[in-house]
């Protein structure tokens, strides 16, 4: 079965059907201590996301306990490679402009980053398979649209997908609290900045494969800022070295 609002199917025989069918899925869901050997099988055919939860937790997610051991969450917009993205800047005729998300859960947070990363002429975004939140339908409204717009890459591994990206050019800067103040780079070649997570920052192998670490001045009696704010604001401090 699907729900139309969700962009989830539930069910043995539905989840099987979809895994079969190619469409993109983000996560498939598998009670603890089910049998479902084909639907696992096939998942991992697919390199999907497999998260085992329990059967209250799946329940919840599908509305209805008659779920059938197995839910998949559909993708709201299709996934691109780190490729696509590279072509992208290389169609415009400018140096490469990535967003990397590192680990960000709240698809709020990661739809707030879409939207800004697509007006700001940003060519892609690079988000990891796991511990991240994925094109669901939540991310998708809360970026306006511009999921569809935007190149969205889902990565196994943030860490040489960075390193992949220095080999060609690209200038890697995460955020963080303790680095150097944002107006003090010249971010004006080929750039891609790393978003932390919302409550633990840059991973310790993603921060130590940044080529610099940036910071944004607090002032005032809070000493973070959300994630896709900062996001936002050295996006365009970006833009305005490009122009």
């Known amino acids: 079965m699907e729900n139309q609002e969700s962009n989830l199917i539930y069910g043995r025989n539905s989840v099987t059907e979809t895994?079969?069918?190619?469409?993109?899925?983000?996560?498939?869901?598998?009670?603890?201590?089910?049998?479902?050997?084909?639907?696992?099988?096939?998942?991992?055919?697919?390199?999907?996301?497999?998260?085992e939860v329990s059967d209250e937790r799946l329940t919840a997610i599908c509305g209805t306990p008659k779920h059938g051991g197995t839910a998949a969450e559909l993708a709201a917009a299709s996934y691109s490679t780190v490729e696509d993205i590279l072509a992208v800047a290389q169609q415009r005729g400018k140096p490469p402009f990535i967003i990397i998300a590192d680990e960000i859960e709240d698809p709020h947070n990661l739809g707030a980053i879409i939207r800004t990363a697509e007006a700001a002429g940003a060519d892609g975004l690079i988000i990891p398979k796991r511990r991240s939140a994925s094109l669901n339908a939540t991310v998708f409204k809360t970026s306006a649209g511009a999921a569809a717009w935007l190149k969205v890459a889902r990565v196994a591994n943030l860490v040489d997908t960075i390193k992949r990206l220095k080999e060609q050019g690209v200038w890697v800067y995460g955020m963080e609290a303790d680095g150097t103040p944002y107006d003090k780079a010249d971010l004006s070649g080929a750039v891609a900045?790393?978003?932390g997570s919302e409550g633990f920052g840059l991973g310790r192998?993603?921060?130590?494969?940044?080529?610099?670490?940036?910071?944004?001045?607090?002032?005032g009696k809070v000493n973070s800022l959300n994630a896709s704010v900062s996001a936002g604001i050295l996006m365009y401090e970006?833009?305005?070295?490009?122009?």
Do not use: F, W
């Open 19 to 51: 895994l079969t069918s190619g469409r993109e899925i983000d996560v498939v869901y598998v009670q603890k201590g089910a049998s479902l050997g084909k639907v696992i099988a096939l998942a991992k055919q697919r390199g999907v996301v497999i998260k």
């Open 205 to 219: 192998l993603v921060r130590e494969n940044c080529d610099m670490i940036l910071s944004l001045p607090m002032n």
């Open 238 to 243: 970006v833009v305005k070295h490009r122009s």
């Open 193 to 195: 900045l790393v978003i």
